[in-house]
């Protein structure tokens, strides 16, 4: 479980009591209990099977592959991939590769729907660039978190010269 997942669920579960205690009906209890358990179920953090070996790069998020394809950037031919997370989706991601974070960018910008082909390059966002060590040696792997209509917050703890393993949050 994330961090806000705590918060905002027990919150809502204080709120609750406090809705009881003060009308002494159930009833004003339903919504706030409802908002509860879905802020718990949506910041989860759930376990994952790890694949071993050379050159394994894990999905930094889980979600629907909605377009993959070769782009040109200042470094050369990368191969993009992008993934839509829907509010069913767990919303932690990962790192794909065991390296060291190289570098980080944060862009502040907007919240459009993420059905908008505009959201990518101007909601709020999250960019970050890893090396491989070890298992990964050899690969560079950049992934870009972005914030939408509903997720509207990206939280990106490590900082760069941090080390990374593979699949981890």
């Known amino acids: 479980m994330v961090r806000d997942g705590y918060i905002y669920g027990l919150s809502l579960l204080v709120v609750a009591a406090v809705l009881v205690w003060a009308t002494g009906s159930w009833a004003w209890c339903i919504?706030?209990?409802?908002?509860?358990?879905?802020?718990?179920?949506?910041?989860?953090?759930?376990?994952?099977?790890?694949?071993?070996?050379?050159?394994?790069?894990?999905?930094?998020?889980?979600?629907?592959?909605?377009?993959?394809?070769?782009?040109?950037?200042?470094?050369?031919?990368?191969?993009?991939?992008?993934?839509?997370?829907?509010?069913?989706?767990?919303?932690?991601?990962?790192?794909?590769?065991?390296g060291t974070l190289r570098a980080l960018e944060y862009?502040?910008?907007?919240?459009?729907?993420?059905?908008?082909p505009e959201s990518a390059e101007r909601n709020e966002q999250s960019i970050a660039t890893v090396v491989g060590e070890g298992p990964d040696a050899g690969f560079e792997v950049t992934f870009k978190q972005i914030a939408g209509l509903l997720a509207r917050r990206i939280v990106f703890v490590p900082q760069p010269g941090a080390k990374l393993e593979r699949a981890s949050t």
């Not at 409802?34 to 790069?57: C, Q, S, V, Y």
């Not at 862009?107 to 908008?116: Q, S």
Request: aromatic letters at 12%.
């Open 31 to 98: 919504l706030p209990l409802l908002l509860a358990a879905f802020f718990l179920w949506f910041f989860r953090d759930p376990e994952r099977a790890i694949p071993a070996g050379m050159g394994k790069i894990v999905s930094p998020g889980d979600g629907k592959v909605t377009e993959t394809i070769f782009i040109d950037t200042p470094e050369g031919r990368r191969q993009r991939i992008s993934i839509f997370l829907s509010v069913f989706n767990v919303h932690v991601n990962r790192s794909p590769i065991t």
């Open 107 to 116: 862009r502040k910008g907007l919240y459009l729907n993420a059905m908008n």
